[in-house]
């Protein structure tokens, strides 16, 4: 089972265990963790799932042009390690970790 740690722009951190399959953004969400919007619910039309990336297992998938323009357009704060959370699927016994920004769109 892959394994999601949240931090928080003030440094707090919750551990999440994940389902196979699901993104960093559906796990967040289900499992009540703050600072993760996820307003389009996935579809790749929105921002509000922007996190900064701190560690990653390669089997994460690489940055499509989509969500490299999505967050170059909407994301606060973006920064070289900013992902839209809804993006990455998790697989097998991933260990994730993510920082969510201050504030969302």
Same mark, same amino acid.
């Given at each position: 089972?892959?394994?999601v ?7 707090? !951190? ?8 699901d993104?960093?953004?559906e796990?967040?969400?289900r499992? /009540?963790?703050? /600072?993760?919007? /996820? +307003?389009? /619910? ?11 990336? !701190? +560690? ?12 490299d323009?999505?967050?170059y357009g ?12 809804c993006?990455?699927k998790?697989?097998?016994d991933m ?11």
């Amino acid at each position: 089972m892959a394994t999601v740690v949240y931090t928080d722009h003030e440094g707090s !951190t919750t551990t999440v265990e994940a389902s196979e399959g699901d993104s960093v953004m559906e796990t967040a969400v289900r499992n /009540g963790v703050s /600072g993760i919007v /996820g +307003e389009c /619910g996935g579809s790749l039309s929105c921002a509000t799932c922007h996190v900064f990336l !701190t +560690e990653g297992d390669d089997r994460l998938p690489e940055m499509s042009e989509m969500e490299d323009e999505m967050l170059y357009g909407s994301a606060v704060d973006r920064e070289d390690n900013s992902r839209l959370s809804c993006q990455l699927k998790l697989c097998g016994d991933m260990d994730v970790h993510v920082t969510t920004p201050e504030t969302q769109v």
